[in-house]
């Protein structure tokens, strides 16, 4: 399946995710953040996001959803190629982790992204990995304690 394909069907499954949680994702009034969220510079890490890739509105939820994100993990998992994120679903939902990742996926294209749904739906995982270096760049954009 190429990018294009597999975008389209992870907006599919993220729309009849958000649909069955409750609804389409709820857009709420509020004002746009004064202050973007930091960039890496490309020359510490050849990573950087675009922050312009959002809309407002796109922006002000994924800025939540990231708060919730770092705040809510119940553990986090070195990978040989990345980090993973463990979640209880009491904590974060199954959609929200996946228009997390869509959102997250046009301002940092970079990233291989995986969400399982694991031990009969009691823990749900966020896998964040990408090319060479990519761990550095999640150690500080995700906020990981050192060892």
């Known amino acids: 399946m190429n990018g294009e394909k597999k975008m389209t069907a992870l907006a599919g499954v993220v729309l009849a995710l958000m649909i069955a949680d409750g609804g389409l994702a709820r857009v709420q009034a509020a004002k746009i953040p004064q202050q973007a969220p930091a960039q890496t510079e490309p020359e510490q890490t050849g990573f950087y996001c675009n922050a312009k890739s959002l809309s407002p509105s796109e922006r002000i939820r994924h800025t939540e959803l990231t708060k919730k994100l770092l705040a809510n993990r119940k553990a986090i998992v070195e990978t040989p190629r990345g980090y993973e994120f463990q979640y209880e679903p009491s904590t974060m939902t199954l959609a929200e982790l ?42 500080t954009e995700f906020q990981i304690p050192a060892k």
């Open 98 to 139: 996946a228009g997390w990742a869509v959102d997250e996926s046009k301002c940092c294209p970079f990233f291989n992204f995986h969400l399982d749904l694991e031990r009969e739906g009691k823990l749900l995982c966020l896998g964040l990995a990408g090319p060479e270096g990519i761990k550095a760049f999640i150690r």
